[in-house]
């Protein structure tokens, strides 16, 4: 029997005056992110808790920034034109169906007294600020950020790549600057526009630029003055290796595939500044560049900074095996934030790595783990060993380690697909993605640059008009340079996509 929390002074019968600001008749499980861990933990609560959330004894409220999940691991082929967009994320109000979803940003936690403070579309346009929500059970999952460092220039023209937003606004950009290239008689300007550097040699920078570089050299077939040989790839890495999770015999593998498609790849480097879009690495190299990809490692959500659950010293919540906050009593964490123990690992004080495919198992344990404190049972710990990995190089190129064997080239890159299509949520979903893969290799590559996007009402504002450069409804109104495809000097930074906090 689940046990509904009356502590709160509510009276039976009661009309609430607001939806979620006001107490809950039952059980409130307040599930913070949408993303893999908020997702499927409250995806397999609304399973086990069926009978509970159709008597009214449990309501599940899911709070996200985003009104949908976003399959990371796709968006390197979203970004070169393999899936649509729309298919690489999942909304979340079709899949929650049995769920309160939210759309807002949880500005901080206080546990002690049971409350979220929450800013929404809707508090902003009341101008009452933020509202705080009681809940009797926390599950954070907020995810991450772009780990950033303090490089000069990077702000202003740093592309990150952590959202379908900033995938599908590189690639705009890329095709963007292969226009430049093909109408400018400036050789300087010719030259930065088809430069396009990648900070990171992790998953994200290492396929995010096989599958763009695949992309771009197909493109290039279809402009008379731009040859595949005349675009520069570099991808950047501070330590001596990369895609270390596949192994060392399988990353210098990656390096040599990579370093064969006239990819420029350097190791032990540094991005010292890349001002005035002039990339100035730690290896004395200087060159400019119109296109610097920031894929340089994540960070914990700023949110956790503004709670008072415990926290370790890199910013994660310290949990148990059970998937507990550390010292907390109905909070519990998984995925990105949390610090989690590996009891598979034989090293003292290992924690499991943040990646989907611990998060997604973290889910499915974490929830089964709500459910039963709810009904007074044992939690049970998360345990499960590192099955191995893989990566795309680009389109019929990839390597992969897992479970101790080692795949490179076509089969690494079919199992990539393989394990992905296998990981992605809702048969909708798997469906729409196997019928484009199936279809792109019966049809010709989508080469069309949709820059507009960024800036819909832009074209309408100059009509009407508005001043260039003056904030719009939906952003600033730019004008274009018919000449070249890219925006004129009116606030923009060159950063595709909206900004994301």
Known sequence: MVTAAHSRGETPGTPQKNRFTGPARGTRILVAGGGYVGMYTALHLQKLLRPELARGDVEILVVSHDPYMTYQPFLPEAAAGSISPRHVVVPLRRVLDKCAVLIGEITAVTHAKRTATVSTLATA??????????????VIAPGSISRTLPVPGLADYGIGFKTVEEAIGLRNHVIEQMDIASSTRDPAIRAAALTFVFVGGGYA??????????????????????KPEDLRWVLVEASDRILPEVGEEMGRYAI??????????????????????LVVLSDGSRFPSRTI????????????????????????????????????????????????????????????????QHAVRQAK?????????????????????????????????????????????????????????????????????????LLSGLFKREIVSLGSLEHPRAEFAIAAGATPGRTTGNGPATTRNTNTGDPEDTGDTGTPGPEKS
Request: glycine share 8%; proline share 5%.
């Open 125 to 138: 346009e009341e101008g009452t600020g933020a509202v705080e929500i009681p809940y009797d059970q926390l």
């Open 205 to 226: 920078g290492v396929e995010a630029l096989g599958e763009l570089e695949d992309m771009a050299r197909y493109t290039a077939r279809y402009y008379h003055n731009v």
């Open 256 to 277: 040599r595939e990579l370093r064969r498609r006239n990819i420029d790849v350097r190791l032990e480097t540094r991005l010292d500044s890349c001002e005035n879009r």
């Open 293 to 356: 990809v920031w894929t340089a490692g994540v960070k914990p959500a700023p949110v956790l900074a503004a709670t008072d659950l415990p926290l370790n010293d890199r910013g994660r919540l310290r949990c148990t095996a059970e998937l507990r906050v550390e010292g907390t009593d109905r909070a519990w964490a998984a995925g990105d934030a949390a610090a989690v123990p590996d009891v598979t690992s034989a090293e003292p004080g290992a924690l499991c790595a943040p990646n989907a």
């Open 365 to 437: 344990v974490l929830a089964e783990n709500v459910a039963a404190s709810l009904h007074d049972r044992p939690a049970k710990q998360y345990a499960h060993k590192y099955a191995g990995s893989v990566a795309s190089l680009g389109l019929h190129k990839g390597v992969a380690y897992v479970y101790g064997r080692k795949l490179k080239g076509y089969p690494a890159w079919f199992m990539h697909r393989v394990y992905h299509l296998s990981r992605m949520p809702t048969l909708n979903r798997k469906a729409r993605i196997l019928g484009e893969w």
